[in-house]
T-cell receptor, first 116, second 111 residues
Framework: GAVVSQHPSWVICKSGTSVKIECRSL??????MFWYRQFPKQSLMLMAT?????????EQGVEKDKFLINHASLTLSTLTVTSAHPEDSSFYIC????????????FGPGTRLTVL | DAKTTQPPSMDCAEGRAANLPCNHS???????VYWYRQIHSQGPQYIIH???NNETNEMASLIITEDRKSSTLILPHATLRDTAVYYC????????????FGKGTKLSVIP
C-alpha cells in the first residue's frame, strides 16, 4: 500500500513551547490529509481535515489557534501544537487520502508528544 | 456516517481463523464497510473494504450479510502479529472521506 511518513516519531518538550509535526505522502499526491489524536487506551479522535491550498476544517472542540495546520503541497501537511501543555501529551496520527487512486486513506506511524 | 458496534475484545488461538463481527444496522445504500487495525503504538493499517459483495485480499476476507446490517472480518490463519485493535468503520465513498473510529475489538492471538 501507499506510504505515509511522520516526523518526528516522538518528541519531548517543555510546557509553553511549540512543536511541529510533519506528515508526508511518499508515493502519491494527497488531496486531503487528516489529523487525529489518540489518548492512552482510547480510540482515534479526528481533530481536523486539511485540503491542499485551503484552510483546515476543525472538529468541534479543537482550538484552531492552538493546533495550526498547514497543507501547502500535495505531499506535505504540518501540525503545530502551539504553547503546548501537559494535557496536550498524546499520540498524534495523520492520514492521507489518495485522490488519484481509490480514495483509500493511508495512515502515518504516529508521533508521540510528551509535554513536561 | 452510520454507527458500528463491535465486541470490546476477543481471543483466538494461533493458526486458527479469527472471525470479528461488526453490526452496522443503520448503514445506508451508498456507505461502504471498512476495516482497519492498529497494532500497539502504531498508526492504523488498512485491511479491506466492501459495499455488498464479499471481498478477499491477501490479508483477510470480508463477509457482508445480504441486508448489509452486519459484517464479519475473517483472518484465516491468525498469527501472533495479528494481535491488534480492529476497527470496523462505515463511510460513504464520496463526500468528506472522514473515518470515524469507534472503540474497536481488541483481538488477542494466543500461542
Amino acid at each position: 500500500g501507499a506510504v505515509v511518513s511522520q516526523h518526528p516519531s516522538w518528541v519531548i518538550c517543555k510546557s509553553g513551547t511549540s512543536v511541529k509535526i510533519e506528515c508526508r505522502s511518499l508515493d502519491f499526491q494527497a488531496t486531503t490529509m487528516f489529523w487525529y489524536r489518540q489518548f492512552p487506551k482510547q480510540s482515534l479522535m479526528l481533530m481536523a481535515t486539511s485540503n491542499e491550498g485551503s484552510k483546515a476544517t476543525y472538529e468541534q472542540g479543537v482550538e484552531k489557534d492552538k493546533f495550526l495546520i498547514n497543507h501547502a503541497s500535495l505531499t506535505l501537511s504540518t501540525l503545530t501544537v502551539t504553547s503546548a501543555h501537559p494535557e496536550d501529551s498524546s499520540f498524534y496520527i495523520c492520514s492521507a487520502r489518495n485522490g488519484g487512486g481509490n480514495n483509500e486513506q493511508f495512515f502515518g506511524p504516529g508521533t508521540r508528544l510528551t509535554v513536561l | 456516517d452510520a454507527k458500528t458496534t463491535q465486541p470490546p475484545s476477543m481471543d483466538c488461538a494461533e493458526g486458527r481463523a479469527a472471525n470479528l463481527p461488526c453490526n452496522h444496522s443503520t448503514i445506508s445504500g451508498n456507505e461502504y464497510v471498512y476495516w482497519y487495525r492498529q497494532i500497539h503504538s502504531q498508526g492504523p493499517q488498512y485491511i479491506i473494504h466492501g459495499l455488498k459483495n464479499n471481498e478477499t485480499n491477501e490479508m483477510a476476507s470480508l463477509i457482508i450479510t445480504e441486508d448489509r446490517k452486519s459484517s464479519t472480518l475473517i483472518l484465516p490463519h491468525a498469527t501472533l502479529r495479528d494481535t491488534a485493535v480492529y476497527y470496523c468503520i462505515v463511510r460513504a465513498q464520496a463526500g468528506s472521506y472522514q473515518l470515524t473510529f469507534g472503540k474497536g475489538t481488541k483481538l488477542s492471538v494466543i500461542p
